[in-house]
């Protein structure tokens, strides 16, 4: 069974903060993800990564970072938190493809507050 | 036009229906489709992940992608209230670009 995990389920953070948010997958799963979910809006592919080291932007990069320095480890940065920061954060893996297999596979989710 | 195209419901159905969720997409060089569960507060869950067209079969579940019209369908069989939840769809052409519908509210009603 793949198990995405996430450092936390809730966090209150106040503005101006910078607030780490890890990330851990043990299917050895090559591609990591970043999305942030909001009511109407659905997902939003923040950053993802291929590779250790390795990101690439997604659709709402501003305002995040990312670091990945091991394989099984996905961490997003919010450099200093704003209240439009507030949302839901899903962490999601997938093996890296080839044949037919592109499954995506979500953490429990992050749901982030910035007072 | 949104890439991925799903109505948000709500659905109610009865304990014991048939359900019928299902999305269109308009880019055909998409060839991976995959449904997912979000319970409220949870993460996505995958349910069935179909490579091309044709149907896939798990327990009371079935999903139908007809490549021809662009339309992903998932079926629940004698649908329970533990299957009130969101559906999302999602699909990608195998790139890292995944893109999800915006999910439909289900509710079944014992």
């Known amino acids: 069974d793949v198990k995405v995990t996430q450092s936390s389920r809730y966090l209150v953070k106040r503005t101006g903060e910078k607030v780490f948010l890890e990330c851990v997958q043990d299917?050895?799963?090559?591609?990591m993800f970043w999305y942030r979910q909001d009511p109407g809006l659905g997902l939003r592919l923040i950053y993802f990564?291929?590779?250790?080291?390795?990101?690439e932007k997604g659709d709402i990069p501003e305002g995040y970072s990312v670091s990945r320095e091991k394989k099984e480890r996905f961490s997003l940065i919010l450099e200093s938190a704003s209240t439009n920061q507030t949302s839901m954060y899903l962490c999601?893996?997938?093996?890296?493809?080839?044949?037919?297999?592109?499954?995506?596979?979500f953490g429990p989710g992050t749901r982030l507050t910035v007072t | 036009q949104k890439e991925v195209e799903q109505d948000p419901g709500p659905l109610s159905v009865p304990e014991g229906a048939i359900v019928s969720l299902n999305c269109t997409y308009s880019?055909?060089?998409?060839?991976?489709f995959m449904w997912y569960r979000q319970y409220s507060r949870k993460g996505p869950e995958l349910l069935m992940y179909?490579?091309?067209?044709g149907n896939k079969e798990d327990g009371r579940f079935t999903a139908q992608v007809d490549k021809s019209s662009k339309y992903i369908s998932l079926f629940i069989r004698d649908s329970q209230p533990s299957d009130s939840a969101t559906y999302l769809c999602?699909?990608?052409?195998?790139?890292?670009?995944?893109?999800f519908g915006t999910g439909t509210r289900l509710k079944v009603l014992a």
């Open positions: 999601a893996s997938s093996p890296h493809g080839g044949g037919s297999s592109y499954e995506q596979y």
């Open positions: 299917m050895d799963h090559e591609n």
């Open positions: 990564s291929y590779d250790v080291k390795m990101k």
């Open positions: 880019n055909s060089a998409f060839q991976y």
């Open positions: 179909t490579y091309s067209s």
């Open positions: 999602a699909t990608t052409s195998g790139t890292y670009k995944y893109i």
